[in-house]
């Protein structure tokens, strides 16, 4: 379809084309990984950028919204939907803006995780001590018990990124907390 031609076929043949250079698509999808991220690096610096005005807007906003608590009428509806996007051109905040980023990024992260699964040469390939085709329990029950490092290594990644996002998000609140928990 219009899909697998537009994305996934451009990135699945780019990866077979470094891979075939460098002899090793364990590395060519790391060098085709981190061109994506760099082709997005704009779009997502404009994205912590908009995150970071929020923050800086987020006592307003929370003084607008005590402001107006109890107020069910469509004038103070109205006026603190004015006053709110006063406060977003104050702090340059886009509504809408990160959204459009997302809807960016998301096709091409996922059209290249599909390239990955759609090419069949990196399953056959190895990186460093690690059969590329071979998930880590298939690998661990085979008793190749290197592959633990990977796991533990995945976990360990996790829980660095986990731990950033936390503390982060601390000054949202604690309903912030909880969502990141789950």
Known sequence: GLWAQVFVMPIAWLIIKVGLLIK?????????????????MPLSAKTIKQSENMKKAQPEIEKLEKKYKDKTDSESMMAKSQETMMVDQKYKINPVGSCLVSFVQLPLLFAFFE???????????????????????????????????????IFLATLVSFRKTLQDQTSQGVNMKTTIYF
């Open 24 to 40: 090793n698509y364990g590395i060519s999808v790391m060098i085709i990984g981190l061109l994506l991220r760099l082709i997005l």
């Open 115 to 153: 390239a990955i699964n759609r090419t069949p040469a990196i399953f056959e390939d190895k990186f460093l001590l690690f059969e590329l085709g071979k998930t880590p329990w298939n690998a661990i029950m085979d008793g190749e018990y290197i592959y633990i490092l990977l796991v533990v290594l």
